[in-house]
């Protein structure tokens, strides 16, 4: 190499890494962290955690707040605390559809909807400090549903969007394991603030989550944002995995194996589906059965967010603190065990986990009825007896708990690649969110009202043996319709949805 061409050499690269350096140079303070995959992951799983924590620190509270705040009788106490449960399940079923179809327009940010939530999230706990009547509590907890429907509707069209499919399930599970630190600490925080220093120190910490959250939304760069000042620099450096020769064509194959006939969807035939053509979908068997097992599953937590403490009251004559304290064995499994069984989910697919786990659950739900006819034994042993139980119903709800996401984006995903025009060049994944949230506030709605009034009908034990009657059914759909398969069997074998 001569001096001259040396010379050259150096200039070039000299000139190269300023266009390098310019192309970053108006990017916002931070990029690297703020759009890197665990920052993101962890603000989504600390909105799921604020959403939750926020609705489980007011659960072992209500009976106290209804019949001290109030004056509400003793009679009324149950009915109430379902409709108040179920009034912010039926409001975040309005909002989640609302939310997806917000988020999927304003598809270049999902931020400014993201932190909509958490304004509402802000003035409903505002409303739950303040108020000291059945419609203001109500108006309180409408606000509340409406917040969870944004979060949990954007919040995991982003997480898709930055995991990707392949990985969904490890990032659902802990997503949901954040959840479950809120159900397991929430009713015993609530609990002990509420015994200690009363509303304003339940809510006061509630506020503080709030902002907390409220900074990391703030900070949070989606990918896609992150790629408007680092993708031109990239492609300026010609960075390929592909080495391309004379064999290799000019424009890339838009075909892929997913994109076959057996995907295919018939032009819209009118102008809903047309607009939404995720629609169309709503025919194929899997992706109900999976919309389905998350009603169940939100039925079943609305259930034991209904039950549990008065059970607790009146059975072993609980306070406040010490229903919260019951709820750590439920939440506890949930926690611990979220992210094996999402990763169980992407190994082994989601058809054998859902039947394992909604299998599970009847045994579980069935042997509740033992805090009705065992009552020979002294009150401490039936107490870890529940506790026990408890937590059985905790490692039933893990698995099943990433099994309807996982469901769902696996169909979206293969009939987004087969109908990207249809589509509008964009995956309808915060739509298909927005309906999954939906039919899982729908479940969060029925759930209280169901089991409040089974429960006062048939009894405590009697109620748990229909939920796992549902648990049943909802096994024998699993096994006869989902079709997820694990990591390994797809990649060998052909998809037969």
Not at 50 to 76: A, C, H, N, W
Not at 106 to 119: D, E, N, T, V
Not at 310 to 331: I, N, T
Not at 424 to 439: K, N, V
Request: net charge neutral.
């Amino acid at each position: 190499m001569t001096d001259q061409q040396s010379s050259s050499d150096v200039a070039s690269n000299g000139s190269l890494l300023h266009s390098t350096d310019s192309c970053h140079s108006n990017a916002p303070i931070g990029l690297k962290w703020r759009s890197n995959t665990l920052f993101i992951c962890l603000t989504v799983g600390i909105g799921a955690f604020t959403d939750m924590f926020l609705y489980g620190l007011i659960v072992p509270v209500l009976p106290f707040m209804l019949q001290d705040r109030v004056k509400l009788p003793e009679s009324e106490i149950q009915t109430t605390i379902s409709n108040l449960l179920a009034i912010y399940a039926a409001a975040s079923c309005v909002a989640s559809p609302l939310a997806g179809v917000m988020a999927d327009r304003f598809a270049s940010s999902r931020q400014f909807p993201f932190l909509i939530g958490l304004i509402l999230l802000l003035a409903s706990t505002v409303l739950l400090a303040l108020g000291s009547s059945i419609p203001v509590l109500a108006l309180a907890r409408a606000l509340q549903g409406a917040s969870g429907g944004f979060v949990w509707t954007i919040g995991l069209a982003l997480l898709i969007e930055t995991v990707g499919q392949e990985n969904l399930g490890k990032a659902l599970g802990t997503v949901f394991s954040f959840c479950s630190v809120a159900g397991l600490f929430a009713p015993l925080v609530g609990g002990i603030l509420y015994a200690k220093s009363g509303y304003f120190g339940v809510f006061g910490l509630g506020i503080a989550f709030i902002a907390i959250d409220f900074f990391m939304r703030i900070f949070m760069i989606e990918k896609k944002q992150a790629e408007k000042y680092i993708t031109p620099c990239d492609s300026y450096t010609g960075s390929s995995d592909v080495i391309a020769d004379e064999n290799t064509p000019l424009l890339a194959s838009s075909s892929t194996p997913d994109c076959n006939s057996k995907y295919r969807l018939p032009e819209p035939a009118s102008r809903i589906t047309k607009e939404f053509p995720i629609l169309l979908l709503l025919h194929y068997p899997a992706l109900v059965t999976a919309f389905f097992i998350g009603l169940i599953q939100a039925l079943l937590l609305g259930a034991y967010d209904a039950t549990v403490p008065l059970v607790a009251s009146s059975f072993y004559g609980f306070d406040s603190l010490k229903v919260g304290l019951l709820f750590l064995p439920l939440g506890g499994s949930d926690f611990f065990l979220g992210p094996v069984f999402g990763w169980c989910v992407d190994r082994w697919g989601t058809r054998i986990i859902a039947v394992i786990g909604f299998t599970f659950l009847i045994p579980a739900l069935a042997l509740l009825r033992l805090t009705e006819v065992v009552t020979e034994i002294d009150l401490g042993r039936q107490i870890a007896m529940y506790a026990s139980l408890l937590a059985l119903n905790g490692i039933g709800l893990a698995m099943i708990g990433p099994v309807s996401m996982v469901e769902s984006g696996n169909i979206i995903d293969k009939y987004y690649k087969a109908n990207t025009e249809l589509f509008g060049g964009r995956a309808p994944y915060a739509q298909l969110y927005g309906i999954s949230s939906m039919m899982w506030c729908l479940g969060l709605t029925v759930g209280p009202l169901m089991a409040g009034a089974l429960k006062e009908k048939i009894g405590y034990g009697n109620m748990n043996a229909v939920l796992a009657g549902i648990c049943g059914f909802t096994a024998i759909l699993s096994g006869i319709f989902l079709r997820g398969r694990g990591k390994a069997k797809r990649a060998a074998i052909e998809d037969d949805y």
